[in-house]
């Protein structure tokens, strides 16, 4: 066997290796990024690409190092989930870097965090100026939490005792041009009346259409591929609410 078909073999092995250590890992690696989970994962991912391209070794060496390293992980994220000191000393804990509207200067010095870099992160959540900020948490993946002074808090419909009707989450009707025929379904909405609502914005193929959602309150959206963006607003056009 020539070495590109050698490559072509031991990359296929090496990419479905990798795809099923990465789910049995699940979602950690991604949504609580920390610092040791990142160093942990571009070294499984150096392995699976050594067992792909690194031809005068045996790819079991490879291998095998793939499957130590990936237990070892998934060793450790089931201890830290069982034993909290456990997962303290891998991951660390939040620190709160503004208390009370002080900036904890002995703390950010002992996190090796600078001034430059709590600002940044604050004009990130939006906060321009320090005198509206309460409290500020460095999370141990690295981003800031920031509750504000109350009142720099916004106002929401609670505070002003205005009624508020949940708007849910919008489901996809039409997706790429194509009917998602199984989401008409579960919201007992028909064909016709999808092509009746499309007709009426000036679209007479399904095909045009990029994205159509509807939320549970009724709330249609359109877009086109011609970026032609469209609203049914109308309640009493939803099937579902008559």
Do not use: C
Request: charged share 20%; no cysteine.
């Amino acid at each position: 066997m020539n070495e590109t078909a050698v490559v072509i073999v031991r990359g296929i092995i090496a990419f479905f290796s990798l795809l099923i250590f990465a789910r049995l890992l699940g979602k950690q690696q991604i949504s609580q990024l920390t610092f040791f989970d990142y160093v942990l994962g571009i070294t499984i991912g150096s392995i699976a690409a050594s067992l792909t391209t690194e031809l005068d070794s045996r790819a079991w060496v490879h291998f095998v190092g793939l499957v130590v390293w990936t237990a070892s992980v998934l060793v450790l994220q089931l201890i830290s989930e069982k034993w909290r000191y456990a997962s303290k000393y891998v991951d660390g804990e939040p620190v709160v870097v503004v208390m009370n509207g002080k900036i904890m200067e002995d703390t950010m010095k002992k996190l090796r965090y600078r001034a430059v870099d709590l600002m940044e992160q604050l004009r990130d959540k939006g906060v321009f100026d320090l005198n509206e900020v309460e409290f500020a948490i460095l999370e141990t993946n690295g981003k800031l939490s920031v509750l504000k002074k109350p009142q720099f808090q916004p106002v929401t419909p609670i505070h002003l005792n205005i009624p508020s009707i949940p708007t849910g989450i919008g489901t996809e009707l039409i997706y790429d041009g194509k009917i998602v025929k199984q989401n008409l379904k579960d919201l007992n909405i028909t064909e016709e009346w999808l092509y009746s609502q499309l007709k009426a914005k000036g679209i007479d193929n399904v095909s045009d259409v990029f994205l159509a959602t509807i939320t549970p309150n009724g709330s249609f959206f359109v877009d086109t591929y011609m970026d032609r963006l469209k609203r049914i607003t109308d309640i009493s056009d939803y099937p579902g609410l008559n």
